[in-house]
């Protein structure tokens, strides 16, 4: 029977204490996790302005969310060495941490994280946490079989030095923590929190659809993700080619970027179904997209699964249907009523019928009312920001 971890609950404090806090992330670019501590990290300011937040990013460049992190107070701190270079990087990581005097150590790279935590050895900090993110086992050493030895040891070097493993979902914890018994660190599930105001604002669908040279009647089957295998994207191309058999109204939009861009277009190419496919790129305006769209389509490999599935948290606080896969973990869903799960094994036919019943529901569910659940949910950027002060504080 699996471990169940339950969700940090908010509270308020008599006593508020300046806290130092470094966090080790890869760079402030377009990763998700990045994004998300972004957002926290602004929100914060509001009710935490003393608190000093600083980035380390391991990747040593330059990201897009570098000034506005800059201008809300916050410090970066890129890594002079890449983490191949392993004496040299923890030296510096080292100095960085003995040097600013920090509080809060935060590290965000799952197993990888063991590896940064030895720097902290003899460093007195008040607390270290190590949040697990994905529920893949994987480590950037570019061989299985030193990947499969390296993994338990990265495991229990992160149990040694740190004194909270975090998870974003059960999933997550149950995969890192499942197997070892422990009195010490502690474990707690934090979710992510999103920027719900995006989600207010009305779109008018007809704008999207005369800018992508659509007809105005067009059905959209929306993919938001990297474009790599396990996000499974050309599963969908399968899917539309199924749908196209029945009707000619469905056209896939496919947001993000990745190594299987180039096999989207080839295969939409083959298949014939060229000007059904429409490639964006990543996007700044997802909530405008989703709101836009018909239904959410998301066949992730179903293992690894998922560590939690950000997009389809956001895609239900645009009140969008969707098709998903069993890669997606309960967590992530706050309104039943609009996830459809189908087992990948069935193929192609059988989530482009199960699409198709969905597109002609005429009842659905009401997209105020959606954003309004999920402004009581855990995800809102309020209780999500709460809840990781509360933890900072415990």
Not at 24 to 34: F, Q, R, S, Y
Not at 210 to 236: C, H, I, Q
Request: aromatic share 10%; net charge positive; with cysteine.
């Amino acid at each position: 029977m699996k471990k169940e971890y339950s969700p940090i609950l908010t509270k308020s404090f008599s006593s508020r204490l300046p806290l130092k806090i470094i966090q080790i992330v890869e760079n402030l670019d377009k990763g998700a996790v990045e994004n998300w501590l972004v957002r926290i990290f602004i929100h914060s300011r509001k009710s935490r302005p003393e608190w000093h937040w600083t980035f380390y990013c391991i990747l040593g460049k330059p990201g897009r969310l570098d000034e506005i992190v800059r201008s809300a107070g916050g410090e970066i701190i890129y890594s002079p060495v890449t983490v191949s270079q392993k004496v040299t990087f923890l030296k510096h990581l080292r100095q960085i941490l003995k040097r600013g005097h920090y509080d809060i150590l935060h590290s965000h790279h799952d197993y990888l994280s063991g590896f940064y935590l030895l720097s902290s050895f003899g460093i007195g900090f008040k607390k270290r946490f190590l949040q697990i993110h994905n529920t893949d086992k994987a480590l950037p050493v570019g061989s299985q079989r030193l990947n499969k030895m390296l993994l338990g040891p990265m495991r229990l070097i992160g149990y040694h030095f740190s004194d909270y493993i975090i998870g974003i979902s059960q999933d997550t914890l149950i995969e890192f923590t499942g197997k070892i018994r422990h009195t010490k660190p502690k474990t707690r599930l934090l979710y992510y929190g999103i920027d719900l105001d995006s989600f207010e604002r009305e779109r008018d669908p007809e704008i999207l659809r005369t800018k992508l040279e659509l007809p105005s009647d067009a059905k959209l089957l929306l993919f938001a993700g990297r474009l790599n295998e396990y996000k499974n994207p050309l599963f969908v191309v399968d899917i539309l080619r199924e749908m196209l058999k029945e009707r000619s109204d469905v056209y896939a939009l496919f947001v993000g970027s990745g190594d299987l861009q180039p096999e989207i277009k080839r295969k939409s190419d083959e298949f014939g179904i060229a000007d059904h496919v429409r490639i964006l790129g990543w996007s700044d305006d997802i909530a405008g997209l989703m709101k836009s769209a018909d239904v959410f389509v998301f066949p992730r490999v179903e293992y690894p699964r998922e560590g939690l599935g950000l997009v389809v948290v956001e895609a239900q606080a645009a009140g969008l249907p969707m098709a998903i896969s069993h890669a997606i973990v309960k967590d992530a869903i706050v309104i039943p009523e609009l996830a459809n799960y189908i087992p990948l094994d069935l193929g192609p036919a059988a989530w482009a019928k199960k699409i198709s019943q969905v597109l002609s529901d005429e009842a659905g569910i009401n997209r105020v009312e959606a954003l309004r659940k999920m402004k009581a949910s855990a995800f809102s950027l309020d209780i999500a920001t709460e809840n990781l002060i509360a933890l900072y504080e415990e």
